[in-house]
């Protein structure tokens, strides 16, 4: 909203029109160009009759434009944890500068450029904005995301294992994480989770193993084997 607007004479008259408040005062007035809308509006100025002056009004115009589109915007997924990612914007009009922030609206500066590149800690939203040289309407704010590590990793068992024991007797189950196969794409060594765990002593019969391999931000995959 554009306040403290004034120009009218004489003093003591009245504005008026699409997205005009007066201020009551016979000086100023303010405009809000979202309630008058995009186009050309006529505001007028209004002075009453008195005792010395005849009635009489000026009038001129006010054009609102429309916020221009945001930027196309390409952002990162499945990026690795520590990784340094670049989110790309390009500028409806070559001529304009792409500018980086951390708030759809408001917010900080992060950067000034097409390729905005920074090493995020977890899934990020940033905003790009097209800025066009001189006093002109700045672009919407274009959201890109960039998102971290969805992929689970993969994690093959062993083939069933026979364990024999004496008569009576139980048995220790041993680690078999050792025997598991796992690979991830980002983690290069994933923990694996043994349940029942390692040290466990069972009786007799089929014992189902279950491995659950766990990569750096908390994706999981899981096998299961017999004993």
Known sequence: VLTGLSGGTPFGGEYSGPGVTDDGNGTTYSFDPVVAGVGVHTLTYEVSAGNCTVASSASDTIEVLAIPPGPDTTGVSDFC???EVTVTAVPLDPGNVIRWYDEAIGGNLLFEGTDYSFTPTGDTDVFAQENPPGP?????????SV???SIDPEITCPE???EIVNEGELFTIPDYTVSATVTDNCTESPVIIQEPSAGTEIGTGITEITLIANDAVGNEASCTFNV
């Not at 309407?137 to 890109?144: A, F, H, I, K, S």
């Open 160 to 162: 069933d294992i026979t």
């Open 136 to 144: 002109l309407c700045v672009g919407e704010r274009t959201l890109t």
């Open 81 to 83: 944890l520590g990784d």
């Open 147 to 149: 998102t971290i590590d």
